[in-house]
């Protein structure tokens, strides 16, 4: 049997509480909204954490059983911690947490520190996406069509200031003529990271059953690796000596 995976869905909260319309679209925030559509897998042991909660929403202990976190932010990236910043940090380049960020996380803490980047990009209004699949042998994409379409997305535009993406898995096309790199794999580390655009809290990317697939596509592929041992990270065992070598 294998074990279930620990699965923290952290999300700042806030304009779930202070904006009619989002209220509507998410009434329990986005957090919850995920949470609901990954419950049908049993493998998964969910918990929801918010900026406002004790501790930012992530204490040591539950960072330490934490598989794969989820991260979404906007209004307030400012006010997240340092030190839990750099301790997620850490814990996915050891390899022990696999990282997805959501939409305007792209501007987070997180984001920009595990990735190494500003995270810049261009936005405007909401409006028609299409996304395009343009890996579908990758992991993420299984079960996602060549193309799907969002009826109204935020506009994200390129250039999107990343480094170059592992693998770049979708790409979306908006109505009024931009692209954008919509789905990006990074590994950093020994750790996995993805970033996806869909997801502004006006809009109901999260309703969309292909974008539902995708996360859950996601945490699959983000979980830690099996490795069998831990990962080095100190003075090495020397396995020969160079010198020898030429002596011989
Ligand atoms: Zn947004």
Same mark, same amino acid.
């Given at each position: 049997?294998?074990?279930? =995976?620990?699965?923290?869905?952290?999300?700042?909260?806030?304009?779930?509480?202070?904006?009619?319309?989002?209220? $509507?679209?998410?009434?329990?925030?986005?957090? &919850?909204?995920? #949470?609901?559509? @990954?419950?049908?897998?049993?493998? @998964? /042991?969910?918990? =929801?954490?918010? =900026?406002?909660?004790?501790?930012?929403?992530?204490?040591?202990?539950?960072?330490?059983?934490?598989?794969? =976190?989820?991260?979404?932010?906007?209004?307030?990236? +400012?006010?997240?911690?340092?030190?839990?910043?750099?301790?997620?940090?850490?814990?996915?380049?050891?390899?022990?947490?696999?990282?997805?960020?959501?939409?305007?996380?792209?501007?987070?803490?997180?984001?920009?520190?595990?990735?190494?980047?500003?995270? /810049?990009?261009?936005?405007?209004?909401?409006?028609?996406?299409?996304?395009?699949?343009?890996?579908?042998?990758? %992991?993420? $994409?299984? +079960?996602?069509?060549?193309? *799907?379409?969002?009826?109204?997305?935020?506009?994200?535009?390129? %250039?999107?200031?990343? %480094?170059?993406?592992?693998?770049?898995?979708?790409?979306?096309?908006?109505?009024?003529? *931009?692209?954008?790199?919509?789905?990006?794999?990074?590994?950093?580390? $020994?750790?996995?990271? *993805?970033?996806?655009?869909?997801?502004?809290?006006?809009?109901?990317?999260?309703?969309?059953?292909?974008?539902?697939?995708?996360?859950?596509? &996601?945490?699959?592929? &983000? #979980?830690?690796?099996? *490795?069998?041992?831990?990962?080095?990270?100190? $003075?090495?065992?020397?396995?020969?000596?160079?010198?020898?070598?030429?002596?011989?």
């Amino acid at each position: 049997m294998s074990k279930k =995976l620990n699965i923290v869905i952290w999300n700042e909260f806030r304009h779930e509480k202070i904006d009619p319309v989002v209220t $509507a679209l998410y009434p329990n925030g986005i957090h &919850a909204f995920i #949470k609901d559509f @990954l419950k049908e897998d049993e493998n @998964l /042991n969910v918990t =929801l954490a918010a =900026l406002d909660d004790p501790d930012q929403g992530i204490t040591d202990e539950l960072l330490e059983q934490t598989d794969v =976190l989820f991260w979404w932010g906007h209004m307030a990236h +400012g006010e997240v911690d340092d030190v839990l910043v750099e301790k997620i940090r850490q814990r996915v380049y050891a390899g022990k947490m696999g990282l997805i960020v959501l939409h305007s996380g792209h501007h987070s803490k997180v984001f920009k520190s595990v990735v190494g980047a500003t995270g /810049n990009l261009s936005w405007g209004r909401d409006q028609k996406e299409v996304i395009w699949n343009l890996m579908p042998a990758h %992991p993420i $994409a299984a +079960g996602i069509p060549d193309h *799907f379409t969002l009826e109204s997305e935020e506009l994200y535009a390129e %250039p999107f200031y990343i %480094p170059q993406p592992d693998a770049l898995v979708f790409g979306g096309w908006y109505e009024d003529g *931009f692209i954008f790199r919509s789905g990006c794999c990074f590994l950093r580390g $020994a750790g996995k990271i *993805f970033y996806l655009q869909p997801g502004h809290e006006y809009c109901k990317a999260y309703y969309n059953p292909y974008i539902q697939r995708i996360i859950k596509n &996601a945490i699959q592929w &983000a #979980k830690p690796a099996d *490795f069998g041992y831990e990962i080095p990270n100190g $003075a090495p065992q020397i396995l020969t000596k160079v010198t020898d070598e030429f002596n011989n």
